[in-house]
């Protein structure tokens, strides 16, 4: 684009009167760069134009191109353009506008970074889904001061938002349930799901290589969306969801008190079909709205199936008969309907969270 605004500037200038040599020291350019582009015919002018109003147009579009490149590294030209079109209605391009600016892209993205991240995708619906964490403290519920713990859905075009929230700390079965509940609530998956470095996603990251939650990533693939995890410090990528969460801190739950837990929820659903339908303040849009007429038909059918149970098998640990199990040189008390039986158990944090192995339900924390 730089260079079709020097050729219109250099053709204005021309037009003026001005010498070559004028011309290219008003612009302080080469003298043959004049020459070059005061020599093109109308016709090459005009074709000019077109591939630069090209290049601009998937300009739009590079963070998504990054997206696919990273995804499928050797992916060609027309491919491209075909999962380009299968996302942005009415998207088209000639085969060597692609093939030049795909090649260009190759060559500037190290594709072989895994941690590489681009801006949010919030132009193209159905692509990116931001979540983070976020806990309050002191909620009043039945008289308590209790701490809330919830993640914050964000679909990056729409807007809309889902929260969800536990009196628990969130641990990996709870963390599952929770997008569950959020894919359902929407009507469908996005290509992808943004987060921090949570250990609930990321266990470690060595040389920029990530090691990932492995229970979580199986329902990933099984649910069939891409898990990114943002580098440490870079609110940019998540932008979206960050303000999400400060969002539900000082409305959902400011100077809110409830007579149960089950009030709370309630109050949450609730307040997500106002949240949902209000004018969003950055897009204008009304985000309920968006997520029906354009960005739903564009989400994938979330086709996990109820109570969706991990293949790869929890931590086991076998209870004595005084209904104790041990856990790094620790003893830990389970309900008496376990002693002498094996169970699950999962550390997370300073918790350790204990489950019955046939139904993968949560009997102690």
């Known amino acids: 684009m730089m260079e079709w ?74 491919r491209m353009t075909d999962k ?54 002191k909620v009043l519920i039945n008289g308590s001061e209790t701490t809330v713990y919830f993640l914050v859905f964000v679909l990056s075009f729409s807007r809309a938002m889902y929260v969800a929230a536990s009196l628990k700390p969130i641990n990996t079965n709870i963390f599952i349930r929770m997008h569950d509940v959020a ?63 400060k969002y539900v801190k000082n409305n959902c739950f400011y100077a809110q008190e409830f007579d149960t837990e089950q009030a709370m929820y ?18 204008g849009k009304v985000p309920k709205e968006v997520l029906a007429n354009q960005e739903l038909k564009h989400l994938k059918a979330y086709l996990v199936p109820d109570g969706w149970k991990s293949s790869k098998p929890l931590l086991t640990r076998k209870a004595d008969k005084t209904s104790l199990i041990s856990w790094n040189g620790n003893k830990y008390s389970i309900p008496d309907s376990y002693q002498d039986s094996n169970v699950g158990i999962e550390p997370s944090g300073n918790h350790l969270y204990v489950y019955d192995l046939e139904t993968n339900s949560e009997i102690a924390q």
């Open 5 to 78: 605004n020097m050729i219109h500037q250099i053709k204005i200038l021309q037009s003026q009167g001005l010498t070559k040599r004028a011309i290219a020291q008003q612009l302080k350019i080469h003298r043959k760069t004049v020459d070059k582009y005061t020599q093109m015919s109308e016709e090459a002018i005009c074709k000019y134009k077109r591939d630069a109003d090209r290049v601009k147009k998937l300009d739009e579009y590079r963070a998504l191109m990054i997206y696919f490149l990273q995804k499928y590294p050797k992916i060609s030209a027309p």
């Open 84 to 137: 380009l079109a299968e996302k942005i209605d009415g998207f088209e391009c000639p085969g060597r506008s692609m093939r030049r600016y795909l090649g260009n892209l190759k060559r500037t993205v190290c594709t072989k970074q895994k941690r590489y991240y681009e801006p949010v995708i919030d132009m193209v619906a159905g692509i990116q889904c931001q979540i983070d964490a976020g806990e309050l403290r």
């Open 183 to 245: 894919f359902r609530y929407f009507g469908g998956i996005p290509e992808e799901c943004v987060y921090d470095q949570t250990k609930l996603v990321v266990i470690d990251e060595i040389a920029r290589e990530i090691t990932v939650n492995q229970r979580f990533n199986e329902y990933a693939t099984v649910a069939g969306f891409d898990i990114h995890s943002c580098r440490g410090y870079d609110p940019e990528s998540k932008g979206k969801v960050e303000a999400g969460v």
């Open 266 to 283: 309630e109050y949450i659903e609730n307040w997500l079909t106002k949240a949902n339908n209000r004018i969003h303040g950055t897009t």
